[in-house]
């Protein structure tokens, strides 16, 4: 599976943005999807995951409460909403699929990566 992920850009701290991610291939409802963040000069984080039907999801705790995953896989996409922005989620954000069940996606277990997008949060 390809992914494409598109939406970042410059936003101001407490604002609002969307990424998404659109995956090619006709398999996408096959995959767990993640989406991962790294600031410089720290490691990449998995941020939050969804399940194949996208009933079951997970947060780290540093965006619980303020980020929201979702998926539509009739568009084969795959979303992330981030709300109340602070400057320490300036990062770059990229998309992943894996084929592990989903209690199992933690972060070493993708295999398919997007590019990333560069979300900048000024204050």
């Known amino acids: 599976v390809q992914l494409q992920a598109s939406g970042g850009g410059l936003v101001q701290a407490g604002g609002s943005q969307r990424l998404t991610c659109v995956a090619s291939g006709r398999s996408f409802r096959m995959y767990v999807m993640g989406w991962f963040r790294q600031a410089p000069g720290k490691e990449r984080e998995l941020v939050a995951r969804?399940?194949?039907?996208?009933?079951?999801?997970i947060y780290a705790d540093s965006v619980k409460g303020r980020f929201t995953i979702s998926r539509d896989n009739s568009k084969n996409t795959v979303y992330l909403d981030l709300r109340r922005l602070r400057p320490e989620d300036t990062a770059v954000y990229s998309c992943?699929?894996?084929?592990?069940?989903?209690?199992?996606?933690?972060?070493?277990?993708?295999?398919?990566w997007g590019q990333g997008t560069l979300v900048t949060v000024s204050s």
């Open positions: 992943a699929a894996t084929s592990t069940i989903f209690t199992m996606a933690t972060s070493n277990q993708y295999c398919y």
């Open positions: 969804i399940s194949r039907s996208g009933d079951s999801t």
